[in-house]
């Protein structure tokens, strides 16, 4: 059964990130199933260490990308957001290029609060970073901002 409040519409989805870090690192959202949410991140300039591996913090941020969008489109933005609360992040490997792939998969749903792990694999599918980030379920303060109204 999926988990979803708001049409699974990449474009739309995609289109948040309009003008933010995520279009610097060309984050991008590719596929949902019932329970979870895939993007990708290159591994290149914008996002290596200067040893020319994935920095740590580009993976972190693709984690927190991928667990805060699912997480806001299991909710009514009208009535309430999630806010990043916590997050933890082991990195396991270190690509040097190609393509990064996470997968947000949801583990606690709750009223107040959500959890999510968001599994990080290289183009031969071996983990790159595991994290889990935890959400802050709050009031939307005075309803949803036009580009996240469905």
């Known amino acids: 059964m999926a988990i979803w409040k708001q049409p699974i519409d990449l474009a739309r989805i995609n289109g948040w990130s309009r003008g933010t870090m995520m279009e610097t690192l060309d984050i991008r959202i590719l596929d949902a199933g019932d329970d979870w949410l895939r993007g990708t991140m290159p591994v290149d300039h914008r996002t290596q260490q200067p040893f020319g591996l994935l920095h740590g913090g580009a993976s972190v941020v693709l984690a927190e990308t991928l667990g805060s969008t699912a997480a806001l489109l299991t909710l009514d933005v009208e009535k309430e957001v999630a806010v990043g609360l916590d997050i933890n992040a082991n990195h396991i490997r270190g690509p040097r290029s190609g393509l ?30 595991l994290a889990r980030l935890t959400m802050a379920v709050i009031p939307s303060p005075g309803g949803a901002p036009g580009n996240l109204r469905s």
């Open 100 to 129: 990064v792939t996470g997968t947000a998969k949801a583990i606690h749903l709750g009223r107040t609060t959500q959890v999510w792990e968001i599994r990080i694999e290289d183009e031969a599918g071996k983990l790159v970073c």
